[in-house]
């Protein structure tokens, strides 16, 4: 039986309590807030935890724990972490990881130090859906990845702290990372702020890879209509993944354009050929991505192996947040990655 | 009667042809192209031709005619308009104006001192739905515009002469100034090629302007799917302008959110208020949007007004592409339109 | 405070526990189910319920206990409704209100004898949807209803012991009723089960009114996509009510046909004028309609108001599911409602 | 060459000029219409075509005509194909065949006598769609059709000498037969006119095969939206053809239901078993159906084979037709196909 705590029980925090909950040989044992009256409705909805606490030293302290699991805001993310690595508990983070990537990755040093495992909940990528685009990528049917096209806009919940890019982009920047695998190496973004605090409500996002791979995100607090969907094209063929459908979120096109790379004297039109073919919509799994994750977490910690989304993926989330911050104070100035 | 040529007859001359051939007091007399091949199907299909020549100066030379429309390649546009010009016709030009924005500003001079017509035949100003969005824009009921957000994304066909840039931003950028008339001030895009000549098949394009309204515009021939959306949000409504639909094509949201610019100790949450209302869609305007177009044109010159999308209409579109393709050549720097 | 019990508590239970927990100066004592291992759950979720029972009896019995809501399978409603009257009890019942038209009969005549409320819990009467297409029919506005035509479908689950048209159509029909108010005269069904327990597991119903006013319904259980529309031609206005649209359920299209009863000499083609106007999709109101329902019982009790749903309501739709049945076995025979 | 006249050059007849002109080794001679209107626009889009003439005997008396097209109103079908056939030319009529199920027995028996063919322009059998549905079918992967639900309805043109059975139904319908084959038993038909002449604007149409085959139909002139769909049920797998999709027209779900039939003292739930699997969306044909059926057409003729929709399946349309007309004069009485 893993002893858990969830430190933080705002939005995300019941999510966590509810789904560690499930897992067989799983106990939380502990919720910890600072705010007594969100504690409060802890035991009716999960009569199994055993201590509500609003001092998360108290957890720390007890070496029943193993792991914790931090769903706070962003900028307690790096003190919550440090303090239970140092304590030597494995450490389950909410994404964006940290607000820096420099403490990011001073977390990743003290877990390999104290050899515990840290994850990030990049959430997304234990759903149905991208699972199944990552098999489909990996098995080599979609051929090389040319471009990665996201749209993440809704009437959405401004937020005080963070602009949209904070936000929004890490589900996305995470989705693209997990697929295409290889290193981006810089980033240019541009964003407007049309609220009086100087936080963008709407951004674009580019990020470069060392060939012509190629991934754009826009991410939109203030649109009248709901859009989350990403192109995938493939130098074999194509995917659309559509949130938005109940059914059908992801619809491969064996379409495209034969790049035919001949004779350089030829015309060009004649190297380039259409090719439209079926549409094929997989079924997903259909497991709550949270659980899954959850489960990831727990057969990490067991068996002594590295997370999906781990320290590393989680650090290179918060370097490209941070170049694409940079970078639109300066109005889309290319910032290299190693730069930050 | 008003007597036309038409320049080139590919893809688009026979559209203009049927149009102009559709209007009262208006005779196409010639019909000119290089290919004869071409030229030998005119008559069957528009009787009311006279003449079909592949001489181009039979038509300038010929005094009964008024005015010429050239839908040839972009890169005759500037010596074919200006001999045009020179010959005292008026012109209408397939967008884009030119290939350079010098020779499209050498046109709207030259057309000032011959006292001629110059338009660009940017055709989406002419259709039902943007004149439905310019009238509810102008009618104060969207507000201030915050953002023009436009996706152009279809398996489209490369071209071998110009990039995804120069072939279908025109469309939208022209959409973009004639929505939001004020003078954008910079650019910023980034695009790739994934074929051998090096034009860019998938591009992106920021637009700024002095005050924080926003365009941007995904453009992209490698797309499974065929998007044709423009988002724009205001102030007071927001539109979806989805081209797509073949009914509904506009749709206009009373919803937004309420950007109170009050006190600013008071915290910035209770600052922002959600709302959303009604959902409305007009009913548009069904006239094919090439007639309304030439009418115009025809209109134009009988009254002597300067067209919707005249010369200078148009310059500042070839501004915007040149801008564009510096931009892109420098991973995204941002170009001020000034300087081309 | 109005005490409140619970008759079973399978899928619907719960949610009628959860809503009217949710209202002010109302509370659950009781919640009773045959199945224990279902009422231990029942505490958890909903700590402030005092007592579980498999004991009906036990309810009835207790003078604090104003009202009952029954959600037990269709056949015990009756005897269950029943013995809750003569025990002086308010009833809700769910949907449909009986398995015989005569059994729903004799609950009425009860009910008015013991001066007690009978309600039928048709819940989607209190969508806002519902609510919405009410308030505009009963405007005016969509003019005279010349058709409702619903479409119900999906990959449903099979029921023992009900076909489909008793388990879905309930549904459409008491939207039907409420929206179109006027008596039915007739019905005629077609169905056809595909599986060995001759339940029909797709039918179609057509419903007849004294004039041309005609409604249809659709409902299958074998259908690889979920659709769930209601179509309503009025003289001045059609209505679209797609509940699978997120936002713009309701669609409102200011277009129809005019239809010139004029002199009958002239020919009919002149006589018939199209119209398409606008579109507007008005915003809805957000409440769970179960909780507007739960709140109009309490409310009618407090009240001593007739529901929207009462016992003549329920009784209505189970005249023409019984009528349906009769037709269904007669391939289509026009049953007339007045000899149920 | 073969030698072709087209007899009605109204809506349709253009369509059949354009598509027979387009086929190698065919020629059309002869364009003949009542209108003198309308036959003056002939040359101009058709210069092949040598004669335009008012009486259809001069075409008949030309010996070089081996097959005549007609595209005339309904009720002239009969006398034209007849005499069409006595002068020995084959005959494609559009549909339906005709407005009597015994005048089309005649033509069919004249058709045998004479040694000729005659054809019914059922033009959805040769859409991509359709022949791919068919394929499907055919390939024994859908299994055994369950049911064949058709909906087309839209704001439509109201004719005066027919109703909506008759101007829209024939599609569907034979687009059932050529899909199901076997053979239809009966017929269920109800409808509403909200016009004074009487002709019905909506109905529903049920047709009943020996078996549990089951197939439904909703036609309607006044729906604010265009839908046009077919829900087609199999044991195996599911198809739904959506003609208002511009890609992904047809739809193949692997999922259903199991229907064992197995022990009957089991229980039924645990016989029947839920399955959603993948779905799956073929590249279609694009040909234009029209010029498909011309040439399907032209090759029967050449090779003396029976069309697909030759005489006998448009008979079985007309029939059903009838049928469907008498049924809903009685309000949906079930009315046998052989009693017609």
Known sequence: MMNIAVIGYGYWGPNLVRNFSWLEDTHVKYVCDLDE???EKVHALFPNVEI???DYQQILDDPEIAAVAVATPVKTHYPLARAALEAGKHVLIEK??????SDAAKLNELARKMNRIIMVDHTFLYTGA??????????GQIGDIYYFDSVRV????FQNDVNVIWDLAPHDLSIMKYIIGKKPVSVSANGVSHVKNNMENIAYLTVFYEDTTFAHFHINWLSPIKVRQILIGGSEKMIVYNDMENTEKIKVYDSGVELNSGDKDALYNTLIQYRTGDMFAPKLDQTEALKSECQHFVDCI???ESPISDGEFG???????EAAQLSMKQKGENINLDAI
Chains 1, 2, 3, 4 share one sequence.
């Open 37 to 39: 009256n969100r504690l």
């Open 130 to 139: 991208v699972k199944k685009i990552k098999e489909l990528v990996d098995s």
């Open 315 to 321: 650090l290179e989330i918060v370097k490209i947040l």
């Open 154 to 157: 809704n009437l959405g919940l």
């Open 96 to 101: 964006p990881m940290t607000d820096k990537a």
């Open 302 to 304: 067991n068996k002594g």
């Open 52 to 54: 509500t606490t609003t």
